[in-house]
């Protein structure tokens, strides 16, 4: 994969957006989307099964779920219809103004702007690992790992 690929996947903070639950062409919307073609209608059989297994009798409120999964619809965060939760994202537009691809690349890396507490230490681990073995080499490492 070449640096460009990288950047279709990788956030500006360093995040996999592909690989977000939100993307809206990622892998968890399509599996989503299959799972919910292949449950039909599934409600009946949920029913019927929460005797012997109670656990079904919260089948609407996984269905309700696995739609939202389905219904992804965030270009990521150098798409135009960034839907991020992670609000407080200076990145996001910050990587515009100082023409980097990455927060690592910056002259002010790391600034006190990208958040606070566990997500900043991640940002920072995510980005000194980036700066470390490089962003390719970094990609290949994280998209072996779970994404939350």
């Known amino acids: 994969?070449?640096?460009?690929?990288?950047?279709?996947?990788?956030?500006?903070?360093?995040?996999?957006?592909?690989?977000?639950?939100?993307?809206?062409q990622g892998e968890i919307k399509q599996l989503s989307s299959r799972l919910i073609q292949l449950l039909g209608n599934y409600k009946?059989?949920?029913?019927?099964?929460?005797?012997?297994?109670p656990i079904f009798n919260d089948y609407p409120q996984f269905n309700e779920i696995l739609k939202s999964f389905a219904n992804g619809?965030?270009?990521?965060?150098?798409?135009?219809?960034?839907?991020?939760?992670?609000?407080?994202c200076a990145a996001k537009t910050c990587h515009k103004d100082k023409s980097v691809d990455f927060c690592f690349q910056c002259a002010e890396y790391p600034c006190?702007?990208?958040f606070t507490g566990r997500l900043r230490d991640r940002w920072r681990y995510i980005n000194d690992?980036?700066?470390?073995?490089?962003?390719?080499?970094?990609?290949?490492e994280q998209v072996k790992l779970p994404r939350y």
């Open 1 to 24: 994969m070449e640096y460009s690929d990288v950047l279709k996947h990788l956030s500006p903070c360093g995040l996999d957006c592909v690989r977000c639950a939100d993307y809206e």
């Open 73 to 88: 619809i965030c270009s990521g965060c150098r798409g135009e219809n960034v839907q991020c939760p992670i609000t407080t």
């Open 129 to 140: 690992r980036m700066k470390e073995i490089g962003v390719v080499e970094y990609y290949y």
């Open 112 to 114: 006190d702007k990208q």
């Open 44 to 53: 009946p059989v949920a029913k019927m099964k929460t005797e012997k297994q």
